[in-house]
Antibody
């Protein structure tokens, strides 16, 4: 079964850090770009980052540049998002997604909630 | 920056109705556009890529068209299971990835 499963969400204070993880199964992880997409409570979708198959190329939304870092470990079929200097506006469900093409998310995880609040 | 503008933001229609949702890009994205559906309380699903290519398993009542800056998603005969919010999104290389604001579809 093709799936991705996120973990690592939680409550963090403004200015704090959090690391999200995503584990893939059912497909050849190293063959696909991977991404993080978020959705604030009751709001629409927002691309956060994506990473190429080897990790050579990364895309980051302007809203997270310099604060968030996407990375991957192909041997362990895992994707990560290191989030630093978190702000209240980063509060959202963070989805890990496989990309069938850069910028097209075809397999989504169930999401992990990140809440930034004092 | 690129802006993706969807209209309407919400609509209510009867089962069997034909629906059209529009998505306008603030600059040309050729046909680098996808549509997603997000049912209430569920994760998004990819419906269409390259503006008009249906993903495997997507019912044929869904269709997409357009190129450049203007795109449409059409549901030829609305079904109860189509209640959802629909999002367009560009993926044109060199431009920021942007979603439209979403169109919420409800049944009358």
């Amino acid at each position: 079964q093709v799936q991705v499963v996120e973990s690592g969400g939680g409550l963090v204070k403004p200015g704090g850090s959090l690391r999200l993880s995503c584990t893939a199964s059912g497909f050849t992880f190293g063959d696909y770009y991977m991404s993080w997409i978020r959705q604030a409570p009751g709001k629409g979708l927002e691309w956060v980052s994506y990473i190429s198959t080897t990790g050579t190329y990364k895309y980051d939304a302007d809203s997270v540049k310099g604060r968030f870092t996407i990375s991957r470990d192909n041997a362990n079929k895992s994707l990560y998002l290191q989030m630093n200097s978190l702000r209240a506006e980063d509060t959202a469900v963070y989805y890990c997604a496989r990309c069938k093409f850069p910028g097209i998310a075809d397999i989504w995880g169930q999401g992990t909630l990140v809440t930034v609040s004092s | 920056d690129i802006q993706m503008t969807q209209s309407p933001s919400s609509l209510s229609a009867s089962v069997g109705d034909r629906l059209t949702i529009t998505c306008r890009a603030s600059q040309s994205i050729r046909n680098y556009l996808v549509w997603y559906r997000q049912k209430p309380g569920k994760i998004p699903e990819l419906l269409i890529h390259a503006a008009s290519t249906l993903e495997s398993g997507v019912p044929s009542r869904f269709s997409g068209s357009g190129s450049g800056t203007d795109f449409t998603l059409t549901i030829s005969s609305l079904q109860p299971e189509d209640v959802a919010t629909y999002y367009c999104q560009n993926y044109y290389s060199g431009l920021p990835l942007a979603f439209g604001g979403g169109t919420k579809v409800e049944i009358k």
